[in-house]
């Protein structure tokens, strides 16, 4: 007869074995700022066609602070990385110099101009073949459709200390592999990425909101909890005529008032895109993320956000606990929507009295 | 006083023939005798020989032959032993010799003259005719011997009664059977005894064929009444038919008693020499270095797609239906291709008609179940049931979401066997051979980015009809036609970045074999081997998602979000006809087995660019007609040492899921692979045997990802890519006595690739330099068992990150990667123990309750390499930790 007590033992073991025998623990606190590092860096405007201007723009802090922007060495990124290597760069633009570089120059934030072929480059236009060769492979768009000029920073510590930081300009490329009709609903119906902007930050107790006004610290207590509330525009799920955003498949013909001079919402946008399974024009709405830092404390979670399903909450919110000294705390918000749009802001808080 | 006698009457007692020499010995010359005139009459009675022994003809006259006489002058004592022996008239000096050397053995009633026992002396001619050999009829039967021994202490058994359909024979002293002139056939043969319980096989003869066979049978053990009978397995210990040249077979019996198995026969394939580690969780199986789907795995003569259920915890095939196991890991014949790794074959126990048996199984992993028997004398059927439940046993044992940390995997298999046996020598077997997998788990974060999910799900579905007739000349010819269902899923989703392959596809197999022996010293075996794949693909999702082999990334990072999608269809079809001679030469001493395999194939794709807009998809069809011969040699140098060596060529279609436009190459053809293999076998007593095989493969036009940044349209698979593997394993192995079997297994194989557009060899992802292990199974008899299994291996390469770079727009750290797999993850050693107690519950009914606790030392051992969010630090995951498995079984 089996001995229901080693029958009992067993499950258990194996319980515990599969729960905790693979567990590593080296996640490690990103939001922590204890170096120099960059935040984010923003692209104005977030989505802009070949030959247009954009500005870049490093949130490069420390812990006490900003960082020496001095630091920062900026360079276009001109050549696709090969069609499985990993990291969002090739590996030639994550050097000091290189053929692959158009430099930018340095500082916290530089202008360029976006490459009159980076639709080739790294959009939906087959690179040119060579004579007598067959067609080249065009690059794949991310989730949402789109496709990205890279921007390469570099923070030089000496040699292979070099940090790198890439970000991107989305580029207005048009749709690759699509029908005429495909194309034009494509063309009506997108509207090119507006950075999102972070309305406020809250402290909330008991379910009130305490507004936090940049440049001004909020108090806070030693060891509190708290929750840390961002919002963000409230971005209408269906275009109207008048409500000052040209949404989709609104023009100027249309909606002359909300189109001549188009504004996006700076919340989590709708947008269409081709879907590359049901090969068809579908409508979307950017996700949200919002990643926490601070130069002391510790948050509960590194990030938070809104998918897409939730997108009509225009907020996000986390846990922070104070650090049980007192003093000065330094906080520093990163909104990104998933279609490379980036806002941030920067905020104090007073811990003790 | 010695008296010479003439004996006329000699020659007919001592005329004798042999097959290829004829001695004639008359009456022997110049006897002398008693004169009839003589008074009183004496009572004369002349010596009588009673042995006699053959001359041989001297081999130095055999170039040439001539008959020829020489006369003996033979002096007989008072004994009847020959006193005095000299030639009389000579033959010639090897004649003389021969015919001297024979006569020294003559042994005869004494001569007596009036009752008296008296010493004499006469002449004998000896006549030496070599005589030109008589035609050999061709022999249309079959002899059949064979011993029979005690499976522990590997002592003759007397008094078994072998019975082959219905003639009997018993055992002698020496455990020894003999049945001459059976017809060929396949023919039941029953062991029965006073001391076990009777049992069966079934044996097919051939025409003009000895068959030698031991068998093994489990008197019974201690603890059982005399008149009580155990069931137990019949072990064949030598099969009498050219073996390949690096296959290690497990018996059924063997393989279920190996600690960490958890009682599955099939798992013990992992053990054996040649075979990779699996790391926890996988199913693959990495044999001499090559990719897991480079190993093809039969069940009989019906391929299936995976020997493991997902998790690896269990097999696909029950183990009570499988008689053994196989594994080749290179340098197998021509019957078997499409494959550039090794081959693993299950054997099926034939259905016989004994009765009704069964059993039911259960442990924390899975419950299972089995039937066979009969109806009639004809119809005779078995199933298997498997159903895992671990799943559920987890949210009993814990309220953690363990499955959203490891995936729980899912799974139930069933295999149904149903035969008509008409005749004896003819049989119809319909049959099932059913898997599913399924493994799905969900973690949720409050960064929407965070939130992932993944899942699989495979099945496999096998209908199988097998014909098997043996021919009146000898001949068996077997027929397999096979239709088979696959289907796998692969999703994930890590934020918003989906990544799927789904794969359905329609198997339509054949394999057709006879096999003969058209002479004595020939065995040949001709066939044809079909396959037919239908299949039907979507994908969508990043490029690099999963990984494949050679692809630079860290465990658990997310995918890249650059993704795509493609919907294609291909048909993979090769037909290939196969021969395979086996000479067996210097009296079976030596095997030389060629083969060859031609096999024209087709591979079509139904897109040979990606989706344009509303444009017509055009397809592509690429054909082709590998050539491959194969050769085997076997020498038996000694009754203990052997020696053998192989070569062999082999072709493996392309993957269905690489001849996609988008993902893959639609034009990719068949990749290619060289075995030579050598190595050396040496008997050290009955029970311990030690092999030790070498070996080198080399693989070309295997398909490997594109390294330009702008490849080619429809080419983000190049087909360019080199392997190679080589290395040696050694087994040293004991079969089982009376209370122990066990092995000690090393495997020294270095295995690598070249990436696209390369030439520079780099290890391969799967490499493990050293395994070794060492498993071992000891009776402690009243039924109490242990085993125990220590592993080491090498742990995986990996590839060092020197540097990241930040990814503003994922918010993600990016690797940059160093020396490609020029790190490996620390060695991995762990030791595994089982005990087990069975109890006699009836007649033919059993109770085994077993523990099967795996790292018994709790050793945290390395399986992947993490790191934290910016690759500053470095873990490990680690394997499983002490694991025990708690499992009974009832066998009736």
């Known amino acids: 007869m089996v001995n229901a007590r080693h029958v009992g033992f067993a499950l258990i073991a194996l319980a515990f074995a599969a729960a905790n025998g693979c567990k590593p623990d080296v996640a490690g606190r990103p939001s922590l700022v204890d170096s120099e590092r960059v935040l984010a860096v923003r692209s104005e405007p977030a989505e802009a066609k070949p030959g247009d201007a954009v500005q870049y723009t490093a949130l490069y802090v420390g812990p006490d602070g900003n960082a020496k922007a001095s630091d920062l060495d900026w360079s276009l990124c001109v050549g696709r990385k090969p069609l499985a290597a990993s990291g969002p760069v090739t590996e030639d633009c994550l050097r000091a110099t290189g053929k692959l570089l158009g430099p930018l120059g340095g500082g916290a934030s530089v202008k360029a101009a976006v490459p009159d072929d980076t639709c080739r480059l790294f959009g939906p236009t087959p690179p040119a073949p060579e004579e007598g060769q067959p067609a080249v492979r065009p690059a794949d768009p991310d989730t949402t459709g789109g496709y990205y000029q890279p921007v390469r920073l570099r923070i030089a510590r000496g040699g292979a200390d070099d940090e790198y930081i890439v970000g991107v300009t989305r580029i207005t490329c048009g749709l690759g592999g699509a029908t005429t009709e495909q194309a034009d609903a494509y063309a009506v119906g997108y509207r090119t990425n507006e950075n999102p902007v972070l309305d406020s930050l809250a402290l909330v107790r008991n379910g009130k909101e305490t507004n936090v006004v940049p440049g001004t610290a909020a108090k806070v207590a030693p060891s509190e909890h708290l929750t840390l509330r961002v919002h963000w525009a409230a971005c209408p799920t269906k275009s109207t005529c008048g409500d000052g955003l040209c949404g989709a498949g609104e023009t100027i013909v249309t909606c002359a008032d909300d189109c001549t001079m188009p504004v996006g919402c700076s919340g989590s946008e709708p947008y269409v895109y081709f879907d590359p399974v049901a090969r068809a024009v579908r409508p979307r709405r950017e996700s949200m993320r919002v990643s926490w830092f601070a130069n002391d404390g510790r948050f509960e979670q590194e990030r938070t956000g809104r998918g897409e399903k939730d997108a009509e909450n225009a907020f996000s919110e986390n846990r922070w606990t104070a650090p049980s000294k007192p003093g000065e705390v330094l906080l520093w918000v990163v909104l990104r929507d998933d279609r490379g749009g980036v806002g941030f802001a920067s905020y104090k808080l007073q811990v003790g009295i | ?892």
């Open chain 2, 1 to 892: 006083m010695m008296l010479r006698i003439r004996i006329a009457a000699f020659a007919a007692a001592l005329l004798l023939t042999g097959a290829a020499q004829t001695f004639a010995q008359d009456a022997p010359a110049g006897a002398a005798g008693a004169s009839p005139s003589a008074a009183p009459q004496r009572v004369v009675i002349p010596p009588k020989l009673v042995h006699f022994e053959q001359a041989e003809y001297p081999e130095a006259e055999r170039a040439n032959p001539r008959d020829v006489s020489v006369v003996l002058t033979i002096g007989i004592g008072v004994d009847g032993k020959v006193i005095e022996l000299s030639v009389a008239q000579s033959g010639g000096a090897a004649f003389d010799a021969a015919a001297t050397e024979a006569a020294k053995k003559f042994e005869f009633e004494p001569a007596q003259v009036d009752g008296v026992k008296v010493a004499v002396r006469i002449q004998y001619r000896y006549e030496f005719t070599l005589a030109a050999p008589e035609p050999v009829p061709v022999k249309t039967t079959a002899d059949f011997d064979g011993v029979v021994r005690d499976r522990k202490t590997h002592g003759p058994l007397a008094g078994v009664t072998v019975d082959v359909d219905g003639v009997a024979s018993v055992t002698d002293s020496a455990g020894q059977f003999h049945f001459a002139d059976l017809p060929p056939g396949t023919h039941t043969v029953t062991l029965s005894g006073d001391n076990f319980t009777p049992t069966g096989t079934q044996e097919t003869l051939l025409a003009g064929q000895r068959y030698d066979a031991t068998y093994e049978v489990e008197t019974n053990p201690e603890g059982i009444a005399p008149g009580e009978q155990v069931d137990f397995e019949m072990v064949i210990v030598d099969v009498p038919l050219a073996k390949s040249m690096a296959a290690t077979t497990i018996s059924s019996e063997q393989g279920s008693r190996v600690a960490g198995t958890g009682g599955d026969v099939i798992k013990v394939v992992e053990n054996l020499p040649g075979v990779a580690r699996a790391s926890v969780g996988s199913s693959a199986l990495v044999v001499w270095g090559a990719a897991g789907e480079d190993t093809r795995v039969y069940v009989d003569d019906v391929h299936i797609p995976r020997l493991y259920h997902e998790g690896g915890f269990r097999s696909v095939i029950h183990s009570d239906l499988v008689k053994s196991v196989e594994l080749e890991p290179g340098g197998y014949g021509a019957p078997h291709g499409r494959g550039l790794g090794g081959l693993v074959t299950v054997g099926m126990k034939p259905l016989v008609n004994d009765g009704y048996h069964g059993s039911i199984a259960l442990d924390a992993i899975d419950a299972a179940a089995s039937v066979r028997g009969s109806v009639g004398d004809q119809f005779r059927f078995a199933g298997a049931v498997r159903r895992s439940h671990l799943d559920w046993v987890l949210k009993q044992a814990t309220s953690e979401d363990v499955g959203a940390i490891v995936p729980i995997p899912k799974y139930w298999d069933s295999q149904l066997r149903a035969a008509w046996v008409p005749h004896e020598d003819e049989s119809v077997e319909v049959g099932a051979l059913l898997s599913s997998d399924q493994i799905s788990r969900s973690v949720l974060a409050a960064d929407p980015n965070e939130t992932k999910s993944d899942g699989k799900d495979s099945t496999f579905d096998r209908f199988y009809l097998r014909y098997e007739k043996h021919m009146g000349d000898g001949g068996v010819v077997t027929a397999t036609p096979f239709i088979g269902f696959d289907h796998s899923r692969v999703s994930t989703l890590f934020g918003a970045v989906p990544a799927s392959l789904t794969n359905d596809a329609t198997l339509y197999g054949l394999r057709a074999v006879w096999s003969g022996k058209p002479d004595e010293h020939i065995g040949v075996s001709a066939g044809i081997d079909v396959e037919v794949q239908d299949s039907t693909l979507r994908r969508n999702g990043s490029i690099t998602t999963p990984p494949r082999e050679g692809d630079l990334h860290v465990f658990g990072a997310p995918p890249s979000d650059q993704v795509n999608a493609d919907k294609w269809n291909t048909t993979n079809a090769g037909l290939a006809p196969f021969v395979q001679a086996d000479f067996s030469l210097l009296d079976g001493k030596v095997h030389v087995i060629p083969g060859l395999r031609a096999e024209p194939s087709i591979v079509r794709a139904s897109r040979r660019v990606p989706a344009q807009a509303d444009i017509p998809a055009l397809g592509t069809m690429n054909e082709s007609t590998a050539i491959e011969p194969r050769l085997a040699a076997r020498w038996a140098i000694t009754e203990r040492i052997a020696v053998r060596a192989a070569f062999g060529i082999y072709h493996q279609p392309p993957l269905a899921e690489d001849l996609s436009a988008v993902f893959g190459n639609p034009r990719l053809g068949e990749s290619k692979a060289v075995h030579y293999l050598a190595g050396t076998t040496l008997k050290i007593t009955d029970a311990v045997s030690l092999e030790v095989t070498s070996f080198l493969s080399r693989q070309s036009q295997l398909a490997t990802r594109s390294p330009l940044p702008t490849p080619l349209e429809a080419q983000a698979l190049i087909q360019g890519g080199l392997g190679r593997a080589y290395g040696g394993q050694v087994l040293l192995r004991h079969d089982m006595t009376s209370h122990f079997f066990g092995w000690l297994s090393y495997s020294l194989v270095r295995s690598e690739r070249t990436d696209g557009g390369s030439n520079q060899f780099r290890v391969f992802d799967f490499d493990q330099t050293h395994v070794f292990t060492a498993l071992a199974s000891y009776d402690l008899g009243a039924g109490f068992e242990l085993g125990a299994r220590f592993r080491y291996s090498t742990g995986f390469p990996r590839t060092p990150v020197v540097q990241v770079v930040y990814d503003s727009r994922r918010d993600s750290y990016e690797p940059i990667f160093g020396a490609h797999n020029s790190i490996r993850i620390p060695a991995f050693y762990e030791f595994d123990a089982r005990a087990s107690k069975r109890w006699k519950l009836a007649k033919d009914s059993e109770l085994e309750l077993y523990l099967d606790v795996q790292n018994v030392t709790n050793h945290a051992n390395p399986e992947e390499i993490v790191y934290n969010y910016n690759f500053s630090k470095k873990s490990y995951i680690t394997g499983l930790p002490l694991l025990p498995v708690l499992g009974a079984k009832l066998t009736w």
